[in-house]
């Protein structure tokens, strides 16, 4: 049986946060769901997660502690323009306000399909320098 993807989802709407984690838990994800950002940037500093869901404004302090962790944002309609540089930023994808839940979905899936090619990648490369004799890779 495959592991069920661990995503963070940070929003200080407590109502919103709700729907979130009810509407990404019944897609199949485990979600920790955090409307304090403190709380929520010492769970991600235990790790274990595999994408964050969040605002616009706590982005960069997400990138530092969670490291190549993917982070979706979701953003209101009228900070679209932060949502596209939080894209410059390191964020994967973005949403705005108000979406259809499955468009978020779909992008935390993405996100999460982006890692795991990324992961095999990286694995493929060590394996491939492992295998190579010496005198190849100083070549």
Known sequence: MERRANVLVIDSDVMVLEALRLELGSNGLAIE????????????AGGGFDAVVAGVGVLDRVRRQGGTVPVVLVADGASEAAALDGLRRGAFDY???????????????????VRGLREEVARLRAAARGALPREVEEG
């Open 95 to 113: 949403v705005v306000r108000p979406f259809r839940a499955g468009k978020l979905v779909a992008r935390v899936r993405r996100a999460l399909e």
């Open 33 to 44: 769901a955090y409307a304090d950002v403190g709380e929520a940037l010492r769970a991600l």
